[in-house]
C-alpha cells in the first residue's frame, strides 16, 4: 500500500531549552539559566541556583559574631569589605557601640576601594561578555594596585576579613595613604582611557542602548537595588538614605539615569567611579588619629531582639537580619543579598530578546553568584 | 509617616494586628496568616501609606511556630515597616503568597519553601530552587539535623 | 636571467618523460603550498598573539623560542598528540567529516593567487570567480560540524554562521565586481597586468574604489568570522560555537582554517585593490625576489589591520549584523557599482 506523507505545516518551528551553565562563560560563575529558546528569541529565563549554596545562614547559627564576619567574605567576594562592614555595623549597633572616628574613615575608604575594584572588574567582564577583551586587561591593570594596597593593609588581597566587630583588626599600614594617592592619581588619569575604549564605540552602543529596559515600578516591585536599580531612576544609595560610618561627612552624587536600559546601567558604573574617587580623596588627607578599635568581649553577646543594618557595596543594598535570643550566636541571621533580587528580574527583563543580548543584560546586572545563593 | 500615625492606620483594619517597637528599630506588625495577603494589599494600596518595596523577606523558625517576616519601605514617603506572619502548623505550613503584590517576593518564597519547608498559597511557581530536587528536609529548620555535614560546636 | 620556477620546471622535463615530469612538478607545488600553509597558519596565529598582548598590556608568547617564535609550533604539537574526544550521540560520519571542508577549501584558493609574476601555480581565466566560490564552500564544514555535534550550542553557532556567510558573500562579491568593471577580465595575471600599466586599482578607481575596499574589509572580516563579526563562535555567549565538541587535531583544522581565511581575504585585497606583487610607482618590480615580499608586505598590513578590530571591538549582534548587510552594505554596495560604471564610461578613472 502506498503510504501517503502529508506534510501538515512546513514551517512548523519548536521552541527548545537550552542550559546556560552551570559552567558557562557569560554567567561568571556556577549559576544555571534554563532558556526557552525560539531560534535565537528567548521566551523564558528560569534561573537554577545553588550550585554554590554553602547555607552561610545556618553556619551563622552555630557561630559567634566575630566568627559570621569571615563568612560573609565568601558571599559577594567583590566587596568582601564592606560585607564584613555590614556585619560588624550591626553588631555594633545591636550593643551600641561607638566605634572611633579614625575606624569610621578608614572602613569607608577602604569600602571605597572595594567598590572602584568591584567596578573595574566589572567592566573588564562587560566588555568580554559582549566580545571585546581587552576591557579586561585594562580593568585589570588598575584593579591590581587596589589589591596590592589590600593586601599590604591586611594581608589579604580578595576576602579581606580587615573588620571585626568594634573596629579594624590592626591599623592600617604606614604606606596606606601614599599608595592610595598614587593610586587615585594613576586612576584619574586611566578612567578616561575605559571611556576610548568602550563608551563611545557605535557596536557597544547598539548593544546596549535599548537593551533589557527596566521601568522604575518593576525595580520597585522587584526590589531591585544598587546601580542596576539608579539605571532605572530609583532613588536607593543607603550611603546616601541611610549614612553609616563616614558617609555622612562627605559630599557626593547619587547618580541617577532614567533610561533603564544597559547603556544606562553601564553609565551609573562609570560615574560611581568617579563618585568613588572624589569619597576617597575628600577623606584620605584627613584620617583622624585614636585607636583603631574599640575593645569587647572575646564572645560578644547581642542583647535580646531584632537588628537591622543595610550597607550599599558595589551591587547595591545588602542587609543583614539578625533575630538574637541573647546568646552568642544569632538565633537567625539573615543576608538580604543585593544579587538576589536584581536576578529575579532577569526574566522579566529578557524575553524576547535575543540571546545576545541576555548576555549583555546578565553583565550589566552585575552578579556575582555566590552572593545569590549565600 | 510617624511609627504612631503608621500604627494608627494599621490597627483601623483589623483587631487582630498586633504591634510592638520593643527591641528593634522598625514599627513590628504581627498580622495572622488568614489576613496577611488582604493587609498586605492594602499596605501596598493605600495612598498615605504606599509600601512599595519589599526590601527583605526572612523565613524563621521560632521552634514552635514558622515565620516570615517582611521588611517594606515606601520609597517616595520614605517611611518602613516589619510584618510578621506566623503560621503553627509544622507539618503542613501554609502563608499566602504576596508575589502578585511585590514580584520580588516570587524568588525569595521560593528560597524559604526550600529551606523552611513553607508553601505559599497561590504562588505561580512553587518549585524548588536551590536544594536538589530529592533533599530531604528543610535545613533553616530548628530541629533539622545532618549528622555528616553539620558541625556543631 | 632565469627564475628559480622557470629553472626547476626545465630541470624537471630536462631529466625525466613529460608525463613523470608532470606529475612530479604537480607534486612539489602541492607539498609547497601545504607547507605554507601550515607555517603561514601557525605564525598568523603567533602574530595575532603578539598583536594581541601588544594591545592588551601583556608580553605575549615569549618563553618557547627567542621570542617565542616556536610557540605555536609546540602548540600544534600538543594539538597532534591530544586525544579526539567526541559525543555519542554526533553523527559519526558529518562529524568526522566537516573539518576538511573549511581546510581543503582554504588550501584550494591559496593556490589560486599570484605571489609573483612566476610564483603563480594555477592561472584561471575565472580567478576572482573562482576564489570567492571555492572560498565560501568553507561554510558548509561549519554548518555540518554544527549540526553532526548534536549540540544545541554548536547548531546556533553553525546557523548563525549559514546566515551570516549567505549574507555577506554578496557584499564579497560585487565589491570585486565593481573593481573587476576596471580590469575587464577575472584572471588574476590580467588584473595584474592592468595595474601594472595603470596604478594599483584603489588609485584607478578613486572614490568608488575605495567605498569597495572598506565593504569588502567589512564583508571580509564577517566572512572569516572574526571579532566584531564573531558570532559563530562567541564564546561569551556560545561557549565555543559550532566546534564546541571537537578537540585536537580536528579543531586544529578549524581553527588554522580560520587563520588561513584571514590571510585569504588579505590576499584577495591586495590583489584586486592593492596590485598584488608590484612595487608602488614600479621601483623594484624587475627584482623578481622582490616581487613576493611585496605581496606578503602588504598582506601582513592587512591581517595586521584585521586583527585591530579583532581586539578593539565588541561583537555585534545577529539582527544587527543581517542590518548592516542588507539595509546598508548591499544597497550602497549596488550604487558604487553603477557609480563605478559611470566614472568607467565616462572615463575618469586615474591613469598613470
Known sequence: MQQEYIVKDPFKT??????????????????RLVLTIDGEIIKKVEPDLGYIHRSIEKMCEYDTYQQIVHLTDRMDYLSSHINNEAVCLTVEKALELEVPERVKVIRTIIGELTRLASHQLWWGVFGMDIGGLTTYFYAFR????????????????????????????????????????????????????????????????????????????????FGVTGPTARGSGLVSDIRKSHPYSAYDRVNFNEVLFTEGDTWSRYKVRIQEMWESISIIEQLIDNIPEGDFKVPTKAVIKLPKGEFYQRVETARGELGVYINSDGNKNPYRLKFRSPGFSNLSILDHVARGSKLGDLVAIMASFDLVIPDIDR | MTNLELQNTIAAWSDQITFTEEATEFLTAQVPAAEWHEIALKLRSTPELHFDYLFCETGIDYGTDLGVIYHLRSTDLKHEMVVKVNTSDRENARIDTVCDIWRT???????????FGIEFNNHPNMQVLILPENWVGFPLRKDYSDPV????? | MMLPTEWIHNFLYASMPEGIAHAVELVLIAVGFLMFFAVAGLYLVLLERWIAAWIQLRRGPNRVGPWGIFQTIADALKL????????????????????????????ITISVFAYSQSLHAFDINIGIFFITAVSSIGVIGILLAGWSSNNKYALIGAMRSGVMVVSYELSVGLSLLTMVLLTGSLQLSEIIEVQRTGGWLIVQGHIPAVIAFMIYMIAGTAETNRTPFDLIEAESELGAGYHTEYSGMKFAYFFLAEFINMFIVASIAVTVFFGAWLSPFGITDGIFWLQPVWFFAKVLVIIVLMMLFRWTFPRLRIDQILTLEWKYLLPLNLINLVLMAVIIWLGWTINF
Open chain 1, 142 to 221: 588598575d584593579r591590581e594596585m587596589i589589591n596590592d594596597i589590600f593586601e599590604e593593609t591586611c594581608g589579604a588581597r580578595l576576602t579581606m576579613n580587615y573588620n571585626v566587630p568594634g573596629g579594624l583588626m590592626f591599623d592600617i599600614h604606614p604606606n596606606f595613604v601614599n599608595r592610595t594617592k598614587a593610586f587615585i592619581k594613576h586612576f584619574k588619569t586611566k578612567l578616561p582611557e575605559y571611556d576610548q575604549l568602550l563608551t563611545g564605540n557605535i557596536i557597544f552602543e547598539k548593544r546596549t542602548k535599548g537593551v533589557g529596559v527596566i521601568s522604575k515600578e518593576d525595580a520597585i516591585s
Open chain 3, 80 to 107: 597532534v598528540t591530544k586525544e579526539l574526544t567526541g559525543t555519542n550521540k554526533a553523527d559519526k560520519f558529518l562529524y568526522n567529516l566537516a573539518p576538511y571542508f573549511p581546510i581543503v577549501a582554504a588550501l
Open chain 2, 149 to 153: 555535614n553539620m558541625i556543631i560546636r
Open chain 1, 14 to 31: 519548536e521552541e527548545y531549552m537550552i542550559n546556560m551553565g552551570p559552567q558557562h562563560p557569560a554567567t561568571h560563575g556556577v549559576l
Open chain 2, 105 to 115: 517576593a516570587e524568588m525569595n518564597e521560593r528560597e524559604i519553601h526550600d529551606l
